[in-house]
């Protein structure tokens, strides 16, 4: 029996939502987890980090082009050098190693980072970063992106605690969606002088700014997390997170390796 036109018609528009719904909905990056805390290499100094992911336990589908996360480990180098006390530079080379075996260049992007000079009066460091992406298709759909990551960084109780947010802006500069999505970033963490800090970090990606998507489709991931403060050029943050809901990776796992001469 054929179907009235008017569920037809209905049928067809929820159709056209849900595939619009599907392109608007953003990942996390999954390739640099991690929160801004406002500070920078000195002028002419250069640094480098090594960002180590891995998906443990992730999902397992994926709309094509786009792979599945799911045991899939992710290797970023990041390179930067400061060219003023206010003005940093750097560039992330993005590879992945696949279930399968293979490894895989996944992408680059470009980074420009700019902040209020620090000064011991300041109750707070300021600052923004942006960024321009390429990155595979397999990895983001959309290939050409960009990023405006404003930060606020503070600390209270004497230096004990310390605390940041990154209130992030993803936009595709291809692809038929450029909507801006909002992916913001917290860390708080308790400081033990010149040995580590443990603490808490959190990723969302809540969908576009002109509306966000149900919490069912959100991602929110919580990962635990210590820095290690007593190498000196030296930094480590390890961490596992989370995810809080349905659309999030279930665990992941991150490491931050970075050296400054």
Known sequence: MRAPRSVVAASAVLAVLGASAATRARAADAFEIQVYDGSAN????????????????GRREATP??????????????????????????????SALLP?????????????????????????????????????????????????????AWTAWNGRLSFAVNPILDIALSGSDQTPAFE????????????????????????????????AQQEHTLFEVVNVLAWQHWELNVGIGEGLTSASNPLVGKLILGFSP
Do not use: C
């Open 42 to 57: 000195p002028p002419g100094q250069m640094g480098i980090e090594l960002h180590l992911n891995s998906v443990l336990s």
């Open 65 to 94: 082009p786009e792979l599945p996360p799911h045991h899939q480990t992710h290797a970023t180098l990041e390179p930067a050098l400061g060219i003023t006390p206010w003005w940093e530079l750097g560039a992330y080379l993005q």
């Open 100 to 152: 399968d075996g293979t490894y895989h260049y996944a992408g680059a992007k470009l980074r420009t980072k700019f902040m209020r000079p620090y000064a011991p009066t300041h109750l707070a460091r300021v600052g923004v970063n942006l960024e321009l992406a390429r990155i595979q298709p397999a990895y983001e759909a959309d290939r050409w992106g960009t990023e405006i990551r404003p930060f606020v």
């Open 184 to 215: 913001p970033a917290l860390s708080a963490v308790y400081v033990f002088e010149s040995l580590l800090s443990i603490g808490v970090e959190y990723y969302a990606s809540l969908g576009p700014v002109t509306g966000w998507l149900p919490v």
